[in-house]
């Protein structure tokens, strides 16, 4: 299995970015997708995670209301779109699959999104 993240990023506060996960070698349903991140000096922590074949999701608290994650089965695609950003945003973002949330077997590269005027 191989996750494939894009679409960081510079942005101005409050901009909106769309991240990219492509997953090849395994269908989406197989997996529990989710977005994990790393401000320098900090642990990576949890973002958001979705259960491809439930259709459920979780969010970090932080970033609620703010951030949506969606999947196109099309493309095998996971998405996460990232609204009103703030600078405490910026981090490298890693896509990350799994058979549960916050248990993940596969690692994707990271993708810097960075938030600043």
């Known amino acids: 299995v191989q996750l494939q993240a894009s679409g960081g990023g510079l942005v101005q506060p409050g901009s909106s970015l769309k991240l990219s996960c492509r997953v090849s070698g395994r269908t989406l349903d197989d997996y529990v997708i989710a977005w994990t991140r790393q401000a320098p000096g900090k642990e990576r922590e949890g973002v958001s995670c979705?259960?491809?074949?439930?259709?459920?999701?979780w969010y970090t608290n932080s970033v609620k209301g703010r951030f949506t994650i969606s999947r196109d089965n099309a493309k095998n695609t996971v998405y996460l779109q990232m609204n009103y950003l703030k600078p405490e945003d910026t981090a490298v973002y890693y896509c990350?699959?799994?058979?549960?949330?916050?248990?993940?077997?596969?690692w994707g590269q990271g993708t810097q999104v960075t938030v600043s005027s």
């Open positions: 990350a699959a799994g058979e549960y949330c916050n248990e993940y077997d596969y």
């Open positions: 979705l259960d491809t074949s439930t259709g459920n999701s």
